[in-house]
């Protein structure tokens, strides 16, 4: 089992950066993938972005890009979302989730992320 705890959630500007941290525990010298997901009211949950635990490959939204870093720390099972030039439409429930294969099969609780114009 893996557990994921997300934190670094918050109220900022339209304009302003954010760093969400997601620390996992468990099994987690198991886990492949790691990743971010949001979901803003009414909508669909929605991929961010992920990262590989071993190679450190990751993959973005076309909406993030050029925006958002994911990153790692595999000494302390960590990974980051470093959010800059955030904007409204970036305001949602952030979920980090974890994958002891290509899929997702652990959730944290969600950090909320609100950004005001």
């Known amino acids: 089992q893996v557990q994921l705890v997300e934190t670094g959630g918050g109220l900022v500007q339209a304009g302003g950066s954010l760093r969400l941290s997601c620390a996992a525990s468990g099994r987690t010298s198991a886990i492949y993938t790691m990743g971010w997901f949001r979901q803003a009211p009414g909508k669909e949950r929605e991929f961010v972005a992920a990262?590989?635990?071993?190679?450190?490959?990751?993959t973005y939204a076309d909406s993030v890009k050029g925006r958002f870093t994911i990153s790692r720390d595999n000494a302390k099972s960590t990974i980051y979302l470093q959010m800059n030039s955030l904007k409204p439409e970036d305001t949602a429930l952030y979920y980090c989730?974890?994958?002891?294969?290509?899929?997702?099969?652990?959730w944290g609780q969600g950090t909320q992320v609100t950004v005001s114009s």
């Open positions: 989730a974890g994958g002891l294969t290509g899929t997702y099969g652990y």
């Open positions: 990262i590989r635990r071993s190679s450190g490959r990751t």
